[in-house]
C-alpha cells in the first residue's frame, strides 16, 4: 500500500476502528494529522545520572549492567514484584518491575541498558520502579517524545505508529514551502524537520526543527488570513450614515485623550464610509485603564443613532454587570434603553430583557455568553462589540455576528502588543492601539527585590491593611502539577538546560505550599483568599466577589486575576518568582492595582534570576507604558508568549494549529514568513 499524507489512519497495518475511532478524537483522522500530532514534552533520558548521586523523588536516566537474575516475591496485594539487581560503578541498585515475568528474558546479566524511571532512596539503599528501558549503545536518542494522547491509546502508542512511517527510509514527504524560502531563511527540509520534532537527535537539531516547522505555520496562517480577508470583503454591510456626535461629547464628561480621539475617528470612518465595500472588523488595542470602554460607547452611540441595536459581550459576568453600570449612567442621559443579560439575573428579568431586544426598544445590550442563546433575538442588529477578545473563540463571535445583517465588529484587547505583530496575528482584523493614557493616571511604583527584604514586604503589606487597604499576592504555578521529569516542548532550544529548568520546577512545586503558609503562619490575624485555575467558575466567582467587597485583605491567586477584577482598593500586588513570567504578562497582572485614588505598589521578588532577568525586571520598574514593555519582550524572548496568549483568537483558522509557533523565540522569523506569505498571496491570485 502507498500511504501518502491524506492516506486515512485506519487503513495503517494495525489501526483498527476502535484505535481508529480513539485517534480520531486526538484530531488524528490521517497519516498527515498523525505526523503533525507534535510531542507535548520530553523525556530527558540523555541526562543520565550515576547512582550514587541519584536523588530520592527524581526521575532520571540511569545506565546500568545488570549484576544477577531477577528474584521475586509475591506482594499482600497478590502481584509478583520482581527486584533486578544492577549498577554502574558508583553504586549499586534494585530496579523493580511488578507482574512482568518476561523480564528475566529481556534484561540479561552482565548486559547494559539505559534505564529512565523514578527513584527512591533510603540511604545507601537506591530503587528505580518499573522504569522503562532499553538495551544500551552508544546512538541511543537523548530525547524520547510523550503525546497528547487518550485512555485507550498511549503516547507510547502514538510513537510506534508514528515510527513506522518515519523510520522507513523511503519516507519522504511533499515540501509545502517554496525552494527559495528554504534557501533564504535556510530552513530545514520538511521531511528531516519532521523526523527530528518526533526523534530528535540533539538538542540543535531540535531547535532547528521546531523554527522550520514554526515558520511554515506561519506562512500558512498568514496566506490563510489574506484569503479571508478577501472573502470577507464580499459581505453584506449594515449601512451607517453620519451623525452628530456632540451630544455624546459632551455627555462622557472628561476629554478624550489624542489616542482615544485618533480610534474614534477610525471607528466613525469604518462605519459610516460611503467606500466601505465590508463591514466593520476592527480591534482596539489598548493597556488596561487606557480608555477603551469610550471607543466602543461611541460605536454604540453612532448605531443607535442609526437605528441599529449593539450588543456588547464580555467574558465575565463581573464585567459585564461593571459595563452595564458605566453605560447606564451615560446612555440614559442621552436618552437610550440599556439592558443587563447575565445566566445570574430572576427569570422575570431576563424575560423582559429579551422582549425588549426583539421589540427593539433596548438600544445597547450588555452580557456575557448569555447573548449567543437561541432565546436572544435581536430586531435590529447593527454592532457587535467583544471585550477582552482574547477570552472568546471566533465561534462566539461570529455566533452573536449572525444575529444581524451585515453587523459590524469591534473587538477589544487589553493585551497590548505590538502595532506591527497585532497586523500579523490578526491578519482578517484592521488594528488600532490606544499607546496614551488619560491624564493624571498615578504610576504603580515597581520595584525588583530578592529574599532578603521577604520580612519587610510582608509588614508593608500588613501596613496596607492596617490602613484599610487590599493586596494580591501572585504565584505563578499554585496548580502546577507533580515533578514529571518531563520538559516541554516549549523550554527546549539550542542551549537549554536541565539543570536550571529543574531547579524551576522545584520552585514552582514549593508555591503549592506557600499559600498555606500565607495564611496560617504570616498573616494569621488577616483575611487571606485563595484563587486558582482549577477551581470550580462559582468557588472563584465567590472568592473575586468576597475581595471586591473588601471581606478579603488579601488574595492569593495564580495569573487567573490579569482578567476581569476591579477592586480600587487594592493598593499592592506582589508577585512571587517574577522572573518566570513575561513582561507583558507582568505589566497585566500589576494593572490591577493603582486603579484607586491610593499610591500603589508592585513588588517583583526574583531569586537568583540570571543576567537576563535582572535587566527584565529592571524595565518594569522603569517602564509603565505596556507597549514599550511588550516591544522589549518581543525582542528578548521572541513572539511565542503573544501567540499563546492569544491562542483563542488563533485557533479560529482552524486546521492551522499555530502550535510551534507558541514556542517560537524569534521574532524576525515570525516577520519574515509573514513578508513571504504577503509575496506569495499576490502570485497566487
Ligand atoms: P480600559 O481601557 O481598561 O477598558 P476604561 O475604558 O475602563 O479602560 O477606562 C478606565 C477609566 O478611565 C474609566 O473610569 C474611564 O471613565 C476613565 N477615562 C477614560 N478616558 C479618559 C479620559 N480621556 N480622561 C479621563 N478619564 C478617562
Ligand atoms: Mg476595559
Excluded at 458 to 469: E, L, W
Aim: proline share 4%; aromatic share 8%.
Amino acid at each position: 500500500m502507498t500511504v501518502t499524507l491524506d492516506t486515512d489512519i485506519k487503513r495503517l497495518s494495525g489501526v483498527g476502528s476502535a484505535s481508529g475511532a480513539k485517534l480520531n478524537k486526538l484530531g488524528i483522522t490521517t497519516v498527515g494529522s498523525l505526523l503533525y500530532h507534535f510531542p507535548r514534552a520530553y523525556e530527558f533520558r540523555g541526562n543520565v545520572k550515576t547512582v550514587a548521586s541519584a536523588e530520592d523523588g527524581e526521575t532520571a536516566a540511569f545506565i546500568l549492567t545488570v549484576t544477577a537474575p531477577p528474584t521475586y516475591a509475591k506482594t499482600r496485594s497478590g502481584l509478583m514484584l520482581f527486584k533486578v539487581p544492577a549498577g554502574d560503578g558508583t553504586g549499586s541498585c534494585i530496579v523493580t518491575f511488578f507482574n512482568q515475568a518476561y523480564i528475566k528474558n529481556t534484561l540479561l546479566t552482565g548486559s547494559s541498558y539505559r534505564f529512565y524511571g523514578k527513584v527512591s532512596r533510603r540511604g545507601r539503599h537506591v530503587e528505580l520502579h518499573s522504569p522503562v528501558y532499553e538495551p544500551y549503545s552508544e546512538s541511543l536518542l537523548p530525547l524520547y517524545p510523550v503525546y497528547p494522547a487518550t485512555e485507550g491509546f498511549g503516547s507510547s502508542r502514538i510513537n510506534k505508529l508514528i515510527s513506522l512511517i518515519i523510520d522507513r527510509p523511503d519516507t519522504v514527504l511533499p515540501e509545502n514551502l517554496p525552494d527559495e524560502v528554504i534557501e533564504a531563511e535556510q530552513l530545514m527540509s520538511r521531511t528531516e524537520a519532521i523526523r527530528t520534532i518526533h526523534h530528535p537527535c540533539s538538542l540543535e537539531a531540535i531547535a532547528a526543527a521546531k523554527r522550520r516547522l514554526a515558520f511554515e505555520e506561519l506562512f500558512g496562517f498568514a496566506l490563510n488570513a489574506r484569503r479571508q480577508r478577501k472573502t470577507e470583503d464580499a459581505l453584506p454591510r449594515a449601512e451607517f450614515h453620519g451623525c452628530d456626535c456632540s451630544e455624546f461629547r459632551a455627555a462622557i464628561g472628561f476629554e478624550p485623550t489624542n489616542a482615544q480621539k485618533r480610534v474614534m475617528n477610525e471607528i466613525y470612518a469604518d462605519l459610516t464610509g460611503k467606500d466601505n465595500r465590508s463591514p466593520m472588523r476592527r480591534m482596539v488595542s489598548g493597556d488596561v485603564g487606557s480608555g477603551k470602554t469610550v471607543c466602543a460607547q461611541f460605536a454604540a452611540y453612532v448605531a443607535s443613532e442609526n437605528g441599529y441595536q449593539t450588543a456588547l459581550m464580555a467574558p465575565t459576568e463581573i464585567l459585564a454587570r461593571q459595563h452595564y453600570e458605566d453605560c447606564k449612567k451615560l446612555f440614559s442621559a442621552l436618552g437610550k434603553t440599556v439592558k443587563l443579560l447575565v445566566s445570574d439575573i430572576p427569570a422575570k428579568d431576563k424575560k423582559d430583557a429579551y422582549e425588549s431586544i426583539s421589540a427593539g426598544d433596548c438600544d445597547l445590550v450588555i452580557g456575557t455568553h448569555a447573548l449567543i442563546t437561541e432565546k436572544v433575538v435581536f430586531k435590529n442588529l447593527g454592532l457587535v462589540v467583544c471585550d477582552e477578545q482574547h477570552r472568546f473563540g471566533v465561534g462566539q463571535r461570529e455566533a452573536l455576528l449572525k444575529k444581524g445583517d451585515g453587523a459590524h465588529m469591534l473587538v477589544m484587547s487589553a493585551t497590548p502588543i505590538p502595532r506591527t505583530l497585532a497586523l500579523v496575528l490578526f491578519g482578517d482584523l484592521d488594528v488600532s492601539v490606544i499607546d496614551e493614557m488619560p491624564p493624571g493616571r498615578r504610576e504603580v511604583r515597581t520595584a525588583y527585590r530578592d529574599e532578603e527584604s521577604r520580612d519587610k514586604i510582608y509588614d508593608f503589606i500588613k501596613a496596607q491593611v492596617k490602613a484599610g487597604r487590599q493586596a494580591y499576592i501572585v504565584c505563578p504555578g499554585i496548580e502546577e502539577t507533580e515533578d514529571d521529569g518531563l520538559i516541554p516542548l516549549e523550554a527546549l532550544s539550542a542551549d537549554f538546560s536541565p539543570e536550571s529548568y529543574n531547579s524551576q520546577v522545584k520552585r514552582r512545586k514549593a508555591a503549592v505550599n506557600y499559600a498555606e503558609t500565607l495564611s496560617t503562619e504570616v498573616f494569621p490575624e488577616l483575611r487571606v483568599g485563595y484563587l486558582h485555575g482549577k477551581m470550580k467558575g462559582a468557588e472563584k466567582s465567590a472568592v473575586m466577589k468576597a475581595f471586591e467587597r473588601g471581606e478579603l485583605d488579601i488574595l492569593v491567586s495564580t495569573t487567573v486575576i490579569e482578567v476581569g477584577i476591579n477592586v480600587p482598593n487594592a493598593s499592592v500586588m506582589l508577585v512571587e518568582d517574577a522572573d518566570v513570567f513575561g513582561l507583558s504578562q507582568l505589566h497585566q497582572l500589576r494593572g490591577r492595582v493603582g486603579r484607586g485614588k491610593y499610591a500603589s505598589y508592585c513588588i517583583l521578588m526574583a531569586n537568583s534570576p540570571g543576567q537576563n532577568a535582572v535587566s527584565r525586571l529592571k524595565i518594569m520598574e522603569q517602564e509603565n507604558n505596556g507597549y514599550k514593555i511588550a516591544e522589549f519582550d518581543l525582542k528578548q524572548r521572541g513572539p511565542g508568549d503573544f501567540i499563546r496568549d492569544n491562542g483563542e483568537k488563533i485557533r479560529q483558522h482552524g486546521a492551522l494549529k499555530l502550535r510551534m509557533a507558541g514556542a517560537l523565540d524569534d521574532a524576525k522569523l515570525l516577520y519574515s514568513a509573514f513578508e513571504w506569505a504577503e509575496k506569495y498571496s499576490k502570485e497566487s491570485v
